[in-house]
């Protein structure tokens, strides 16, 4: 277990690797009734703290974490902060911030980089420059939840500097919450991200996901839409980019009475090329893919399945279809609603997940509260931490 308290409630960990491979998880966990973000490393066989709780507001909560290591092996974290939620709905605005680590202390990279105070900052993505500077997009709600302004920030060196004030923006919360952001060899941010389909005299359609660039106003998707079909819903989307800076997706998807499945396809300079069928093997189930590539350029996802419970899948790309990583990962009393992954030099994931209370179909419920776990994959067996 990683997370400091196994009585308090811990979630939505993040994961990275140090230039030594060692792993480094951050963490949201529940501390004198208040959530905080904390972060320790893997050292002499047992985890480190890396300093005390990042939070800037003492009494707000942390809800989300992101995590990266610079070029000089330094972890960079960026979270959440909001106010206690009350009858389902936010009661106030809430911020975003991104700390790095430099040996000794968190220091933060200037002012929140939060744009409406008003509003609460969600589900930040982190992606760092060949230089280390962080690039963040994230969501603002306002209270009620009704809409959702998206926007992409890079720190320059000095400050904040705004690239996407909203344009992918909508008046429906759920549209377009799902994005994952990498940034290539140039420096240049590459999103992939859900969206809800329009048609004149139709109306509302199915969601689909892209993956595109930013030509300084908007978002230019690579060829059409990676989903099947328009009317289907597509969401969840994760990106890598390979050695030529050519991008990478998994998604999850549903319609035509098939469940939720993993996909994943490939750019080739002029369309998508699909990675065999269903990463999941069709089974029904799985949902929120984590891509990551290995040295040789195949993907590895990581995703989450339920087996009676949600429990985490791993399966590698051979080069002719998806091999399963031993079994799963997650206890059968516990639900895994959360998770992280990161490959190694040589390819091997490492898995972070948080993962508590369980409700059996008869009622019962079990688990207790979230705990936030880690393992490795030696090559022939997955070894906690």
């Not at 009494?59 to 902060?81: D, F, H, I, R």
């Not at 978002?219 to 990106?239: C, E, F, N, Q, T």
């Not at 998604?251 to 999941?280: C, D, L, M, T």
């Amino acid at each position: 277990m990683v997370n400091n308290n196994p009585t308090q409630d811990a979630f939505k960990p993040s994961l990275a690797l140090d230039l030594q491979g060692r792993p480094i998880v951050a963490w949201v966990e529940q501390t004198g009734g208040v959530a905080r973000v904390f972060a320790k490393r893997w050292e002499d066989d047992r985890w480190q703290p890396l300093g005390n709780a990042l939070n800037r507001e003492q009494s707000q909560n942390a809800a989300y974490t992101a995590l990266a290591v610079n070029p000089q092996g330094q972890p960079v974290v960026a979270w959440t902060e909001k106010n206690n939620d009350s009858q389902g709905k936010l009661t106030g605005s809430g911020k975003l911030y991104v700390a790095r680590w430099d040996g000794q202390r968190w220091k933060t990279f200037g002012n929140s980089p939060s744009l409406s105070p008003g509003t609460v900052s969600d589900i930040p993505r982190l992606a760092l420059d060949r230089q280390g500077n962080p690039y963040l997009q994230w969501s603002e709600m306002p209270p009620d939840f009704n809409g959702d302004s998206v926007y992409v920030s890079r720190w320059n060196g000095r400050k904040w500097q705004v690239i996407d004030r909203g344009s992918l923006s909508s008046d429906i919360s759920s549209s377009s919450r799902s994005r994952a952001i990498a940034v290539n060899t140039q420096n240049q941010p590459i999103l992939a991200w859900s969206v809800q389909l329009y048609e004149a005299g139709v109306g509302s359609l199915g969601f689909a996901v892209y993956a595109g660039t930013w030509n300084g106003k908007n978002w230019v998707p690579w060829g059409g839409m990676l989903s099947s079909r328009k009317d289907y819903y597509a969401a969840g989307p994760s990106i890598a980019l390979d050695a030529q800076d050519r991008p990478v997706v998994a998604w999850h998807e549903s319609g035509g009475g098939k469940g939720y499945n993993v996909y994943v396809k490939r750019w080739n300079g002029k369309s998508w090329v699909p990675y065999g069928q269903s990463v999941n093997a069709m089974s029904g189930g799985a949902s929120l893919p984590v891509l990551r590539l290995d040295p040789k350029g195949n993907p590895v996802v990581g995703y989450l399945e339920n087996q009676g419970s949600i429990k985490v899948a791993v399966r590698r790309w051979n080069g002719q279809g998806w091999v399963p990583l031993g079994g799963y990962l997650g206890s059968e009393k516990s639900n895994v609603d959360s998770f992280a992954m990161v490959l190694d030099k040589n390819g091997n994931p490492y898995v972070v997940w948080a993962e508590g209370s369980f409700r059996s179909t008869s009622g019962v419920e079990s688990g207790g509260p979230r705990k936030v776990y880690i393992a490795r994959w030696d090559g022939t067996a997955w070894v906690g931490l």
